[in-house]
C-alpha cells in the first residue's frame, strides 16, 4: 500500500478511503482483510489537533509525507513507537525505535514499513504563534526561537524519555467520562510538548542550517545502516562518502537532527545493546565486549560504565 500525506487536515478520512472504510465520531478502525488497530482523531482547539494511533497492516507500507509553504507556520510533533515491540528481532531499526520527530516546513519524506510493523504513535500538529502564546514571556530559549520563528524547514529527533513514555501510556489508557475526554487530551497533549520541549532545550548547540529532503534522507539511510550491525564500528568519513557529502556538512546535520554527535550516538546503542545481551545471559561479560567490537576489554568496561552508570560486571549481578 501506498499512504500519500499531503496535509494534515482531512488525514483520517484520506486514511480512510485508502481502506475502503470511513471514519465514526473520529475513530478509523482498520478493515480485518487489511489489518488490526485503530486511529482516533482529535481537534484540541482551533490550532492542536492530535491522532492516536495503535494498529498494524498484513501488507508492506510505503508512507510519503509532503511538505507545503504553508506549513511553515505549522509545528508538527510525531511520537513513534512508544511502546516497542518485545518480539522484535531488530531492536534499532526505524520502524522500531521510540522516538519523537519535530518537523515543519517543505521537507518531502518518505518512510517503507514491512508487513506487520506495528504502529503505536501520537502525532500532535500545533500552530507555531499558538505554541508561542501557550508560552507567553518564556520565548526566551534559542532552541525555541528556532522552531517558532525559523523560515525554513527544520526537523529533530530525540528519543523517547521514560516521562513521555508514561504520558503517552496515560493518553493510550485515557479512562474519563464523556464530558471530561476533550479537556483530559488538550492536557495530555500540552504535557507531551512541554516534556518534548523540555528535552530539547538540553542540547548543546541550537543553531539551524536549511535542510533538504535529500539530504534528510541520506542522514537517515545512514543512521539505519549502523544501527541495523551496531557491533561493526563505523567510520565517518567512509559514511560520508557513501551519500556523497563532505565530512563536515554530514557531522553537522546528523548532529542537528539527532542532537548528539555521530559517534556519541553510536556509543548510546551499542552500549545499549551490550546491556541487553549481559541481562540475557547468553554470554559472558567478555564475549559481549568482543561481539560489540572491542579489542579492549577495559575500553569497553569504561565505555559501558559512561553509558549505563555501572561495569559491566555489576550490572550482570543486579539483574
Not at 522500531?96 to 518531502?108: E, H, R, T, V, Y
Not at 503505536?120 to 528556532?146: C, H, P, T
Not at 503517552?168 to 507531551?192: C, G, N, R, T, Y
Given at each position: 500500500?501506498?499512504?500519500?500525506?499531503?496535509?494534515?487536515?482531512g488525514f483520517l478520512a484520506g486514511f480512510a478511503d485508502l481502506l475502503g472504510t470511513e471514519v465514526k465520531n473520529g475513530i478509523l478502525m482498520i478493515p480485518e482483510p487489511k489489518g488490526k488497530g485503530f486511529l482516533r482523531g482529535?481537534?484540541?482547539?482551533?490550532s492542536?489537533?492530535?491522532?492516536?494511533?495503535?494498529?498494524e497492516f498484513n501488507d508492506d507500507l510505503l508512507a510519503k509525507r509532503f511538505g507545503s509553504p504553508n506549513t511553515l507556520n505549522r509545528i508538527l510533533f510525531s511520537f513513534n513507537n512508544i511502546f516497542p515491540d518485545p518480539d522484535s528481532k531488530s531492536k534499532y531499526s526505524r520502524e522500531d525505535l521510540p522516538s519523537i520527530q519535530i518537523f515543519k516546513g517543505k521537507l518531502n519524506i518518505e518512510t517503507f514499513y514491512p508487513g506487520r510493523t506495528k504502529f503505536n504513535y501520537i502525532f500532535i500538529g500545533i500552530d507555531s504563534d499558538q505554541l508561542a502564546k501557550n508560552l507567553g514571556l518564556n520565548v526566551d530559549n534559542e532552541m525555541l526561537r528556532n522552531i517558532i520563528n525559523s523560515e525554513q524547514s527544520i526537523l529533530f529527533e530525540e528519543l523517547i524519555?521514560?516521562?513521555?513514555?508514561?504520558?503517552?501510556?496515560?493518553?493510550?489508557?485515557?479512562?474519563?467520562?464523556?464530558?471530561?475526554?476533550?479537556?483530559?487530551?488538550?492536557?495530555?497533549?500540552?504535557?507531551?510538548?512541554?516534556?518534548?520541549?523540555?528535552?530539547?532545550?538540553k542540547r548543546e548547540n541550537s543553531t539551524t542550517h536549511a535542510l533538504n529532503e535529500i539530504d534528510v534522507q541520506k542522514i537517515y539511510k545512514v543512521r539505519d545502516s549502523i544501527l541495523t550491525d551496531i557491533s561493526n564500528p563505523p567510520v565517518i568519513k567512509d559514511?560520508?562518502?557513501?551519500?556523497?557529502?563532505?565530512?563536515?556538512?554530514?557531522?553537522?546535520?546528523?548532529?542537528?537532527?539527532?542532537?548528539?554527535?555521530?559517534?556519541?550516538?553510536?556509543?548510546?546503542?551499542?552500549?545499549?545493546?551490550?546491556a541487553r545481551l549481559i541481562k540475557e545471559n547468553k554470554m559472558s561479560v567478555s564475549e559481549v565486549g568482543f561481539s560489540m567490537g572491542f579489542s579492549n576489554l577495559s575500553h569497553f568496561a569504561k565505555v559501558f560504565h559512561e553509558h549505563i552508570g555501572m561495569k559491566p560486571k555489576s550490572f550482570q549481578n543486579s539483574k
Amino acid at each position: 500500500m501506498e499512504l500519500n500525506i499531503k496535509r494534515e487536515s482531512g488525514f483520517l478520512a484520506g486514511f480512510a478511503d485508502l481502506l475502503g472504510t470511513e471514519v465514526k465520531n473520529g475513530i478509523l478502525m482498520i478493515p480485518e482483510p487489511k489489518g488490526k488497530g485503530f486511529l482516533r482523531g482529535l481537534k484540541l482547539d482551533n490550532s492542536i489537533n492530535m491522532i492516536i494511533s495503535h494498529y498494524e497492516f498484513n501488507d508492506d507500507l510505503l508512507a510519503k509525507r509532503f511538505g507545503s509553504p504553508n506549513t511553515l507556520n505549522r509545528i508538527l510533533f510525531s511520537f513513534n513507537n512508544i511502546f516497542p515491540d518485545p518480539d522484535s528481532k531488530s531492536k534499532y531499526s526505524r520502524e522500531d525505535l521510540p522516538s519523537i520527530q519535530i518537523f515543519k516546513g517543505k521537507l518531502n519524506i518518505e518512510t517503507f514499513y514491512p508487513g506487520r510493523t506495528k504502529f503505536n504513535y501520537i502525532f500532535i500538529g500545533i500552530d507555531s504563534d499558538q505554541l508561542a502564546k501557550n508560552l507567553g514571556l518564556n520565548v526566551d530559549n534559542e532552541m525555541l526561537r528556532n522552531i517558532i520563528n525559523s523560515e525554513q524547514s527544520i526537523l529533530f529527533e530525540e528519543l523517547i524519555s521514560p516521562k513521555i513514555q508514561q504520558i503517552a501510556l496515560e493518553i493510550f489508557q485515557a479512562d474519563m467520562p464523556d464530558s471530561l475526554m476533550d479537556f483530559f487530551f488538550k492536557i495530555k497533549a500540552e504535557e507531551l510538548l512541554c516534556a518534548t520541549l523540555k528535552e530539547l532545550f538540553k542540547r548543546e548547540n541550537s543553531t539551524t542550517h536549511a535542510l533538504n529532503e535529500i539530504d534528510v534522507q541520506k542522514i537517515y539511510k545512514v543512521r539505519d545502516s549502523i544501527l541495523t550491525d551496531i557491533s561493526n564500528p563505523p567510520v565517518i568519513k567512509d559514511l560520508a562518502l557513501q551519500v556523497g557529502m563532505s565530512e563536515s556538512k554530514f557531522k553537522r546535520l546528523f548532529k542537528q537532527i539527532f542532537g548528539d554527535s555521530f559517534f556519541s550516538y553510536y556509543q548510546k546503542f551499542r552500549m545499549k545493546e551490550a546491556a541487553r545481551l549481559i541481562k540475557e545471559n547468553k554470554m559472558s561479560v567478555s564475549e559481549v565486549g568482543f561481539s560489540m567490537g572491542f579489542s579492549n576489554l577495559s575500553h569497553f568496561a569504561k565505555v559501558f560504565h559512561e553509558h549505563i552508570g555501572m561495569k559491566p560486571k555489576s550490572f550482570q549481578n543486579s539483574k
